[in-house]
């Protein structure tokens, strides 16, 4: 997993509440056995017609958001079932960090062990971002782990918190295999002792 330290990018607005993971990534597109390439399916329903065509109006598919890294969404965002292909997905189309007012438990979890930064920003918070990234072509955003701060270039500035075990293992690039591997020579010395 890629370390997750200080982060610049465009940030996208997605406008809408109660995104379930069926948006996120649609139960046809599960049928894939490794975590890459779920990248062109993210938001497949909602990107494209029934024909494969992109839908001009979709957020994703205007220029200026094509190249966002930082999802802006709103409330409940990976609600629905717990599949793990949605963080997956997110990863795979580009996304490091995304930023709501409030998350599904298990998505929310999902994206710290898949290597994606979800921020809790108050509505309010969220309102301002919305305004900015709608109001300045290719608005970007820089997310500092490390001081756990949201920043653009006009002096905006959000705090954010995240679980100190949670922010350590971003830091570092863990994921559960990683945090296991660490204790490898002491795994190692137990098996050669019981042999």
Known sequence: MNPFVIHTGVAAP????????????????????????????LFYEWRFTADGKEIESFILNQPEYKESTVLLARNNFGCGSSREHAPWALLDYGFRAIIAPSFADIFYNNCFKNGILPIKLSEEQVDELFKRAQGKKNYQLTIDLQEQVVRDEDGLSYPFEVDSYRRYCLLNGLDDIGITLQYEDKIAAYEAARQ
């Not at 139960?27 to 490794?34: A, D, S, T, V």
Request: net charge positive; no cysteine; hydrophobic share 40%.
């Open 14 to 41: 997605l406008d809408r509440v109660n995104v379930d993971t069926d948006a996120i990534i649609p139960k046809q597109f599960l049928k894939r056995i490794e975590r890459s390439g779920f990248g062109q399916f």
